[in-house]
């Protein structure tokens, strides 16, 4: 069992930084893939990073790229994700994400943060 839990958003200004953390608990967190989502109001949840297992590889969606940075320190069980050069569009909750292969289940499951709210004002 996974819990995940968010910090770090808020209301700041276009073009203003900010960073998310995602604490976990259990002990098995660094075997888990960690995604980044996000839900802004009317539209469906998106994809924004992910980040594989060790961290050797991650992922951005278009619209991020350059702008965002996902990062985690598994031996603190974080997931981080800078987001600099921040947009009004990127208003939304941010939702951390993990999956992991349970062997003795013989199935991925997967466990979700109850969000962060980021506002960018313009």
């Known amino acids: 069992q996974v819990q995940l839990v968010e910090s770090g958003g808020g209301l700041v200004q276009t073009g203003r930084s900010l960073r998310l953390s995602c604490a976990a608990s259990g002990s098995t967190f660094s075997r888990y893939a960690v995604s980044w989502y996000r839900q802004a109001p009317g539209k469906e949840r998106e994809l924004v990073a992910a980040i594989t297992s060790a961290g050797g590889n991650t992922n951005y969606a278009d619209s991020v790229k350059g702008r965002f940075t996902i990062s985690r320190d598994n031996a603190k069980n974080m997931v981080f994700l800078q987001m600099n050069s921040l947009k009004p569009e990127d208003t939304a909750v941010y939702y951390c994400?993990?999956?992991?292969?349970?062997?003795?289940?013989?199935?991925?499951?997967?466990?979700w943060g109850q969000g962060t709210q980021v506002t960018v004002s313009s």
């Open positions: 994400h993990a999956v992991g292969w349970i062997a003795t289940l013989g199935q991925n499951v997967d466990y």
